[in-house]
């Protein structure tokens, strides 16, 4: 094992991206991704950003609990781990695109006119 602080967080940030390809294959075979945002040594802490098909999957919550409990227990230095997939009430931060309707208005007042024909 390396000493150096920069070898150290980048051996934890694999460390942590093998963990979720090993122990959640599905996430990737059911077409969702997980991404790491950001890792705290200091504080012990990993934000992952669950997207792709976890974004409204009905089991995303199982899935973000099996990844919390299990994180802390396989890698030492993880101590809390927040994760989500952008649909929950963050306000949007991560979360895909709120879906459009055609004739409604948007926020900034332009009319949605939806998509035009292309005739």
Known sequence: MS???QDDGDDLEERVSNFLR???PQIQMHGGSAAIQNIDRETGSVHIQLGGACSGC???PMTIQAIKSRMVKEIPEIEKVNA???MGGDGGHGGGMSPSFPG???DDGDDDEGPQAPF
Do not use: D, H, L, V
Request: hydrophobic residues 15%; aromatic residues 6%.
């Open 3 to 5: 000493t150096e602080t």
């Open 22 to 24: 090993r122990n959640f």
């Open 58 to 60: 009905g089991i995303s």
């Open 84 to 86: 989500e997939t952008g």
């Open 104 to 106: 409604e208005t948007s």
